[in-house]
């Protein structure tokens, strides 16, 4: 059973559609174009591939036909190309589209750092918790012993928790293994999926996805309902998925486009007055552009807020756990000391 293709980077696709975007500008075929590119490949896959886009080309082959062939690119690219070489308009579309594939990955690199950056941290806080427990507090009851005095209330209940860990060590770590893996499967599952695409920040990324699409859409003359049915395709969130649908119901009922949005709660009220103006000024396909870019700041304001947040607030905790470790110690162990002196 043959592998299925890779599918190329978000930056791979994007400076594949800002070369041709720029080749085409230049007043050369699009089949001469990749030729070209498959001659300055800087590796031998990258050149293979190029070939295999470019052999059916110099057949007559159009771009879009002979990269679907290779498996190596999205749908949704693919039937926007198809869209700029039917409308004459496959410079603006590739140029679109090596816009967004870079925003795309400006986006990705963002939630990585947003979600492993926590998780680093959080490992990290948790095992000086479980040193500063299994490790150090035995230190200190021994020196409670050497004194002739006894471990009392919250210092004896850290001692009696030091016991049970050190006990207990593998247990412990294995139940915290099985306890992570379970959350990454579910998470993986279409259920956390689902669970994970309705908070505010994948909606914002959604809608942010759904506004670009409808703009590419629609400046490449496109109809709404055609542009509809790509922006439901690329979404893949189903919470925006019911929205669009809804969108579509509203539409069949007699509203206009820019009615069946605001009711469908696609984009937030704020928006309203935009597509509103947009609707009466004909220019539907600007201020989509205006309201993806609205939703991408949107979007890195969030990122950089849960950053911002999540640092100083497991810095906090884990100085607070630490701190109060060593009061609960160290001030009986300077009274005994103080007395004995």
């Known amino acids: 059973m043959s592998r299925k293709p890779r599918i190329l980077s978000n930056a791979e696709l994007s400076a594949f559609c800002q070369q041709m975007s720029l080749i085409i500008a230049a007043g050369l075929p699009t089949y001469y174009g990749v030729s070209i590119l498959c001659d300055e490949a800087p590796d031998e896959q990258t050149h293979d591939l190029l070939e ?7 057949l007559g082959a159009t771009l ?15 039937n926007m190309i198809q869209l700029g070489e039917e409308t004459g308009r496959l410079e603006e579309v590739l140029a679109s589209l090596s816009t967004y594939y870079d925003r795309e ?17 959080s490992a990290v806080m948790i095992a000086v918790i479980f040193v500063m427990i299994a490790k150090v507090l035995p230190v200190f009851s021994q020196i409670y012993t050497e004194l002739g005095s006894e471990l009392t209330g919250t210092a004896a209940a850290l001692m009696k928790l030091s016991e049970y860990i050190n006990r207990y060590m593998l ?5 915290i293994v ?4 379970i959350l990454f499967v579910f998470f993986k599952t279409k259920a956390g999926k689902k669970l994970l695409k309705k908070s505010a920040l994948s909606m914002s990324i959604a809608s942010s996805r759904f506004a670009n699409c409808m703009f590419l859409a629609l400046s490449s003359g496109l109809d709404t309902d055609h542009g509809l049915d790509l922006a439901q395709a690329l979404v893949s969130n189903p919470h925006l998925d019911d929205r669009i649908n809804a969108c579509r119901c509203n539409i069949s009922q007699g509203e206009t486009f820019s009615e069946a949005l605001l009711h469908s709660g696609i984009f937030s009220k704020l928006y309203s007055s935009w ?44 100085c607070v756990f630490v701190g109060f470790i060593l009061v609960s110690f160290l001030l009986p162990l300077l009274g005994i000391i103080s007395s004995i002196g």
């Open 52 to 58: 295999k886009i470019y052999k059916p080309m110099e």
């Open 105 to 121: 990955d400006e986006i990705q690199a963002g939630i990585k750092s947003a979600v492993s950056y926590p998780l680093v941290l």
């Open 275 to 318: 597509i509103a103006i947009g609707s009466k000024t004909g220019s539907m396909d600007e201020v989509m552009k205006h309201i993806c870019t609205a939703y991408e700041d949107d979007t890195d304001s969030r990122l950089s807020r849960f950053i911002g947040v999540i640092e100083p607030a497991l810095v906090i905790i884990l």
């Open 64 to 78: 879009h036909s002979a990269i679907r062939e290779t498996g190596r690119f999205p749908e949704y690219m693919i």
């Open 171 to 175: 247990v412990i770590i294995g139940v």
């Open 178 to 181: 099985v306890a992570a893996a």
